[in-house]
């Protein structure tokens, strides 16, 4: 009796305590819906450097959330740990409630988790409505021997797809271009068709890496116009990446600041503007060798 | 005691192996092609040997130095001819090239030397044979000559590699090309230099192959060349020293699983062995892992 | 629409050709040589094994250099299959018996690429081609120990020289012996057309899409749900089934056959074939398996320089195709025969070439 109530004060004695994830913040109309995604203590170490720790975040079913920080602070390994690129080393993540716990890429992508890629990652060989058929796989389904033998099914699905794609390309407006090879359009095109692509896969949360990156600002100004409109039409969430403050503070909802693998700030974009730590991260060392070449002049 | 002189043969093959390995792997690190030609390199060697032995009188010595010579010109000039022009094409194409170079190769020795197999002099490595353990274990001559050449070229290239301003620029040359050449390195002649080495070694194991199995045909290098590709790739390719373990320890288990598993089976678990390693160790036994980045 | 359509003529030209090659072949058959005659049942054997690899290397984008393995099995288990239903069921009709063999070569060679595929499809570029030339090798030595009879309607099985009751169809080494020859020219167009049906389809299909997915970016491949393992697989199993198919056809259209036939060479062969016919065309598989099938046959008349020549045409090809370099190559030869200036150029136009990489 007595052993075993020892036992027992020793088990409790291992429970190691971490602090439970601060409170997110998220769009008021997603109020009563689940959260597309959780984050809770997400953490990854390469060898012996920690890439991101603690990362907490709730994102609302129709929130647009932004991911900033300098380079090099860990955003993009951030995604890679969302899409399973990379197996988090502690914590979890719940996509619609669904832990993630030991999925791989191909099972994040149909659990919903679709993204784009900082470097553009496009089937450059391919056609660009071929491109969105591909992101289509999963949704629009037949066999290998319906397509080998021809059966109508292959048909039928066939035009569904083509039909499908037209009308997802035709949100860019890119509608006449189903022929063009990937590869030989023109960049701002390219990032335009990674995220058409993307939301083939029928996402409930749709990831971009730095969608702006390389467009002049009309074209950004557009880009803005436009992911509201995929977040009002397809009712999904929508966390991007971006060092174009204009994009992030126009349409971002919920901000997270990244640094050195922590989340230093989280908040409106008006918070954040507002915040010292994001400030100093930002502009710190900047600020004071702005001082410094004042000095020397 | 059976046991111990399988082990001496392994070595002496894997030695073998390791110096025709190391001119498949360092013309992988530098030119990133697969030179198919190289086996054919090590008949054309053997058979120049041959010649200078049997047909123009030349001691051992300058017979060996003949070799390495014509085959370094030989090296050059395919790699001149056929792979320079290449440079910017794909892989494959390159290989496809190589692969006709090789029999390009074939087929000359064919024209020159005949099908018939030729049996290579013995006087081209007159060494006494080591007796040890009241003669229950016998080395030949050829057979410490192959282990020692292999030390001796090991202590070289490696010193060459990591002393010399060529080394230094083939070093860079394998990390990046182009920066390489925008240091200033001269990355053509940075890879003729690497045909030229690779070549003059394969004449010295060509030499050596025959010596310890003296049958010479037109078709002698291709199995020992694939063999060799084979062990270069075992200890990752691109690195000299996983050529180098990776040649010798192909030589002990084809000698080994010949002597104790199955003779006709020999070449099966030779490669059986690779796939296995390579399925723990996808990149060979001292290959870096390469990580796409996202 | 303009690409489908040119997708649509493509498939058509491709189907054309062959047809069309089938009927001047048949219309005439008397003037041929009985070389060339020789020679049909293998082109249709080697157009299937480029059209084959041609997935692989081309659709799926890895290099195999073991694709002659599967040959053999398929050649091997369609000989076993046919000599068993004549020897041991006294099946006369040459037609159903050459239609079972090669369901059963493909299937074999089929079941065999799956099972190779597991661990070789986890590997990647030049360790992946290593290993499947490696396995390559590992099947032509294993079928040099396989010993097979027929024994009343039983097929008995040997390995390393055993000694088997009845009539002996595989003998180790020496391989198969009086086979009957029962290929015919019209199955190998059969198959040919199928091989082409199987291919083409699958790659206009979501199937084939799923595949070019891989081969262009693994990682946006599996960020929008393709199992890139199981397309690779798709295609690599595929290959080898047709490759089997062509094999059975192949073994029965000798009386004898030995496993050293199918050596790694063959495997570099039918790359040849992909490569010059240009990696991932199908019409251009179709036309350098002929064509360089029938080329050391047409070299005759060069006797002995015949492979020599065959060997300095694969060089200057791939030199003429790679189109930039050709000037380079041209250039260096002047360099060397009036030894000043050219050189220059050479290293000018690589450098831009360097730029671009």
């Given at each position: 009796?007595?052993?075993?109530?020892?036992?027992?004060?020793?088990?409790?004695?291992?429970?190691?305590?971490?602090?439970?994830?601060?409170?997110?913040?998220?769009?008021?109309?997603?109020?009563?819906?689940?959260?597309?995604?959780?984050?809770?203590?997400?953490g990854?170490?390469?060898?012996?450097?920690?890439?991101?720790?603690d990362?907490?975040?709730?994102?609302?079913?129709?929130?647009?959330?932004?991911?900033?920080?300098?380079?090099?602070?860990?955003?993009?390994?951030?995604?890679?740990?969302?899409?399973?690129?990379?197996?988090?080393?502690?914590?979890?993540?719940?996509?619609?409630?669904?832990?993630m716990?030991?999925?791989?890429?191909?099972?994040?992508?149909?659990?919903?988790?679709?993204?784009?890629f900082q470097?553009?990652?496009?089937?450059?060989?391919?056609?660009?409505e071929?491109?969105?058929?591909?992101?289509?796989?999963?949704?629009?389904?037949?066999?290998?021997?319906?397509?080998?033998?021809?059966l109508p099914?292959?048909?039928?699905?066939?035009?569904?797809?083509?039909?499908?794609?037209?009308?997802?390309?035709?949100?860019?407006?890119?509608?006449?271009?189903?022929?063009?090879?990937?590869?030989?359009?023109?960049?701002?095109?390219q990032?335009?068709?990674?995220?058409?692509?993307?939301?083939?896969?029928?996402?409930?949360?749709?990831?971009?890496?730095?969608p702006?990156?390389?467009?002049?600002?009309h074209?950004?100004?557009?880009?803005?116009?436009?992911?509201?409109?995929?977040?009002?039409?397809?009712?999904?969430?929508?966390?991007?990446?971006?060092?174009d403050?204009?994009?992030?503070?126009?349409?971002?909802?919920?901000?997270?600041v990244?640094?050195?693998?922590k989340?230093?700030?989280?908040?409106?974009?008006?918070?954040?503007?507002?915040?010292?730590?994001?400030?100093?991260?930002?502009?710190?060392?900047q600020?004071?060798?702005?001082?410094?070449?004042?000095?020397?002049? | 005691?059976?046991?111990?002189?399988?082990?001496?043969?392994?070595?002496?093959?894997?030695?073998?192996?390791?110096?025709?390995?190391?001119?498949?792997?360092?013309?992988?690190?530098?030119?990133?092609?697969?030179?198919?030609?190289?086996?054919?390199?090590?008949?054309?060697g053997?058979?120049?040997?041959?010649?200078?032995?049997?047909?123009?009188?030349?001691?051992?010595?300058?017979?060996?130095?003949?070799?390495?010579?014509?085959?370094?010109?030989?090296?050059?000039?395919?790699?001149?001819?056929?792979?320079?022009?290449?440079?910017?094409?794909?892989?494959?194409?390159?290989?496809?090239?190589?692969?006709?170079?090789?029999?390009?190769?074939?087929?000359?020795?064919?024209?020159?030397?005949?099908?018939?197999?030729?049996?290579?002099?013995?006087?081209?490595?007159?060494?006494?044979?080591?007796?040890l353990?009241?003669?229950?274990?016998?080395?030949?001559?050829?057979?410490?000559?192959?282990?020692?050449?292999?030390?001796?070229?090991?202590?070289?290239?490696?010193?060459?590699?990591?002393?010399?301003?060529?080394?230094?620029?083939?070093?860079?040359?394998s990390?990046?090309?182009?920066?390489?050449?925008?240091?200033?390195?001269?990355?053509?002649r940075?890879i003729?230099?690497?045909?030229?080495?690779?070549s003059?070694?394969?004449a010295?194991?060509?030499?050596?192959?025959c010596?310890?199995?003296?049958t010479?045909?037109?078709t002698?290098?291709?199995?020992?060349?694939?063999?060799?590709?084979?062990?270069?790739?075992?200890?990752?390719?691109?690195?000299?020293?996983?050529?180098?373990i990776?040649?010798?320890?192909?030589?002990?288990?084809?000698?080994?699983?010949?002597?104790?598993?199955?003779?006709?089976?020999?070449?099966?678990?030779v490669?059986?062995?690779?796939?296995?390693?390579?399925?723990?160790?996808?990149?060979?036994?001292?290959?870096?892992?390469?990580?796409?980045?996202v | 629409?303009?690409?489908?359509?040119?997708?649509?003529?493509?498939?058509?030209?491709?189907?054309?050709?062959?047809?069309?090659?089938f009927?001047?072949?048949?219309?005439?058959?008397?003037?041929m040589?009985?070389?060339?005659?020789?020679?049909?049942i293998?082109?249709?054997?080697?157009?299937?094994?480029?059209?084959?690899?041609?997935?692989?290397?081309?659709?799926?984008?890895?290099?195999?250099?073991?694709?002659?393995?599967?040959m053999?099995?398929?050649?091997?288990?369609?000989?076993i299959?046919?000599?068993?239903?004549?020897?041991?069921?006294?099946?006369?009709?040459?037609?159903?018996?050459?239609v079972?063999?090669?369901?059963?070569?493909?299937?074999?060679?089929?079941?065999?690429?799956?099972?190779?595929?597991i661990?070789?499809?986890?590997?990647?570029?030049?360790?992946?081609?290593?290993?499947?030339l490696?396995?390559?090798?590992?099947?032509?030595?294993?079928?040099?120990?396989?010993?097979?009879?027929?024994?009343?309607?039983r097929?008995?099985?040997?390995?390393?020289?055993?000694?088997?009751?009845?009539?002996?169809?595989?003998n180790?080494?020496n391989?198969?012996?009086?086979?009957?020859?029962?290929?015919?020219?019209?199955?190998?167009?059969?198959?040919?057309?199928?091989?082409?049906?199987?291919?083409?389809?699958?790659?206009?299909?979501?199937?084939?899409?799923?595949?070019?997915?891989?081969?262009?970016?693994?990682?946006?491949?599996?960020?929008?749900?393709?199992?890139?393992?199981?397309?690779?697989?798709?295609?690599?199993?595929?290959?080898?089934?047709?490759a089997?198919?062509?094999?059975?056809?192949?073994?029965?259209?000798?009386?004898?056959?030995?496993?050293?036939?199918?050596?790694?060479?063959?495997?570099?062969?039918?790359?040849?074939?992909?490569?010059?016919?240009?990696?991932?065309?199908?019409?251009?598989?179709?036309?350098?398996?002929?064509?360089?099938t029938?080329?050391?046959?047409?070299?005759?008349?060069?006797?002995?320089?015949?492979?020599?020549?065959?060997?300095?045409?694969?060089?200057?090809?791939?030199?003429?195709?790679?189109?930039?370099?050709?000037?380079?190559?041209?250039?260096?030869?002047?360099g060397?025969?009036?030894?000043?200036?050219?050189?220059?150029?050479?290293?000018?136009?690589?450098?831009?070439?360097?730029?671009?990489?």
């Amino acid at each position: 009796m007595s052993e075993a109530a020892g036992k027992i004060r020793k088990r409790n004695a291992d429970t190691k305590m971490v602090p439970v994830p601060s409170q997110s913040i998220i769009p008021e109309r997603d109020i009563g819906k689940m959260p597309v995604l959780e984050c809770k203590h997400l953490g990854i170490d390469f060898g012996g450097l920690t890439a991101v720790e603690d990362f907490n975040l709730t994102i609302g079913r129709t929130e647009i959330a932004g991911l900033i920080g300098p380079n090099g602070a860990g955003k993009t390994t951030v995604f890679n740990l969302l899409t399973k690129v990379y197996e988090p080393t502690r914590g979890s993540a719940m996509i619609n409630g669904i832990d993630m716990h030991g999925m791989d890429t191909v099972a994040a992508s149909r659990h919903g988790i679709a993204r784009t890629f900082q470097n553009i990652r496009l089937f450059s060989n391919m056609s660009v409505e071929d491109n969105v058929r591909i992101g289509l796989h999963s949704q629009i389904r037949y066999g290998m021997f319906t397509g080998i033998c021809r059966l109508p099914g292959y048909w039928k699905k066939e035009r569904e797809q083509h039909e499908k794609a037209l009308e997802l390309l035709s949100i860019f407006g890119m509608q006449d271009m189903g022929d063009v090879q990937a590869g030989s359009l023109p960049y701002g095109a390219q990032r335009r068709l990674e995220i058409v692509r993307a939301l083939a896969t029928n996402p409930s949360l749709l990831l971009l890496d730095e969608p702006a990156a390389g467009m002049n600002p009309h074209e950004t100004q557009e880009l803005m116009d436009n992911i509201i409109r995929i977040r009002d039409q397809f009712q999904i969430a929508v966390m991007l990446i971006e060092h174009d403050m204009n994009l992030v503070m126009g349409i971002c909802e919920g901000i997270c600041v990244l640094n050195y693998g922590k989340i230093i700030a989280k908040g409106t974009a008006e918070e954040i503007q507002r915040n010292p730590v994001v400030i100093e991260a930002y502009l710190g060392k900047q600020h004071q060798g702005a001082e410094k070449e004042a000095a020397q002049a | 005691m059976i046991f111990l002189s399988n082990l001496v043969n392994g070595l002496s093959l894997g030695s073998i192996y390791a110096i025709i390995a190391l001119g498949y792997t360092m013309v992988y690190g530098i030119a990133k092609m697969l030179n198919f030609a190289h086996g054919d390199v090590i008949m054309v060697g053997a058979y120049i040997a041959f010649c200078a032995l049997q047909y123009w009188g030349l001691p051992p010595v300058a017979a060996l130095l003949a070799a390495m010579l014509l085959c370094t010109v030989l090296g050059i000039t395919i790699e001149g001819l056929a792979y320079r022009p290449l440079r910017q094409a794909t892989s494959l194409a390159v290989l496809i090239t190589a692969i006709g170079m090789s029999y390009l190769l074939q087929n000359l020795a064919l024209l020159i030397w005949g099908a018939n197999p030729k049996s290579f002099p013995s006087v081209m490595i007159q060494l006494p044979t080591l007796s040890l353990f009241g003669d229950q274990l016998k080395i030949s001559g050829v057979t410490m000559m192959t282990i020692l050449a292999n030390i001796a070229i090991m202590i070289v290239l490696t010193t060459f590699i990591s002393r010399t301003k060529m080394g230094k620029a083939m070093r860079c040359v394998s990390e990046d090309r182009g920066a390489a050449e925008l240091m200033g390195i001269n990355v053509n002649r940075t890879i003729s230099t690497t045909f030229a080495i690779g070549s003059a070694l394969a004449a010295v194991a060509g030499i050596l192959l025959c010596s310890a199995y003296p049958t010479l045909m037109p078709t002698t290098g291709s199995m020992p060349g694939i063999k060799a590709f084979t062990a270069a790739v075992f200890g990752g390719i691109g690195s000299i020293p996983g050529a180098m373990i990776g040649g010798i320890l192909l030589g002990v288990i084809e000698i080994l699983g010949k002597a104790y598993i199955s003779t006709e089976l020999g070449d099966a678990i030779v490669f059986a062995v690779l796939i296995i390693v390579l399925l723990f160790r996808p990149t060979g036994l001292l290959g870096k892992p390469i990580r796409e980045k996202v | 629409m303009s690409a489908k359509k040119k997708k649509l003529i493509y498939n058509a030209v491709t189907f054309g050709v062959v047809i069309l090659a089938f009927l001047l072949c048949n219309l005439f058959y008397g003037q041929m040589s009985r070389s060339l005659r020789a020679q049909l049942i293998p082109i249709c054997c080697w157009i299937v094994m480029a059209v084959s690899l041609n997935l692989v290397v081309g659709i799926s984008g890895e290099l195999s250099l073991g694709h002659a393995g599967f040959m053999s099995i398929g050649a091997f288990t369609g000989i076993i299959i046919s000599g068993w239903l004549l020897k041991g069921f006294q099946m006369e009709n040459e037609t159903l018996r050459l239609v079972l063999s090669i369901v059963a070569g493909g299937a074999v060679a089929g079941l065999l690429g799956f099972l190779i595929g597991i661990p070789v499809l986890r590997l990647r570029g030049d360790y992946l081609a290593i290993v499947t030339l490696a396995f390559g090798e590992i099947i032509r030595n294993v079928l040099n120990c396989v010993y097979t009879s027929v024994d009343g309607t039983r097929l008995v099985f040997g390995f390393i020289n055993p000694t088997l009751p009845g009539t002996l169809l595989l003998n180790g080494p020496n391989g198969a012996v009086s086979v009957s020859k029962i290929a015919t020219f019209t199955a190998g167009f059969l198959l040919v057309l199928a091989a082409l049906v199987v291919v083409l389809n699958l790659i206009n299909s979501r199937t084939g899409r799923a595949i070019m997915a891989t081969r262009d970016n693994r990682i946006a491949a599996e960020s929008v749900g393709i199992n890139v393992t199981r397309y690779k697989m798709i295609a690599f199993v595929t290959a080898a089934a047709l490759a089997g198919m062509a094999g059975a056809l192949y073994g029965l259209n000798y009386s004898t056959l030995v496993p050293g036939k199918f050596k790694f060479d063959q495997s570099i062969n039918v790359l040849v074939f992909v490569v010059l016919g240009g990696i991932g065309n199908t019409l251009g598989a179709v036309i350098s398996a002929t064509v360089l099938t029938i080329l050391p046959e047409m070299l005759r008349d060069f006797a002995d320089y015949r492979m020599l020549v065959y060997a300095v045409l694969l060089i200057v090809m791939m030199l003429v195709t790679n189109t930039p370099a050709t000037k380079a190559f041209f250039n260096n030869l002047k360099g060397l025969l009036s030894r000043k200036g050219p050189r220059k150029t050479v290293e000018v136009s690589q450098r831009k070439g360097g730029d671009r990489a």
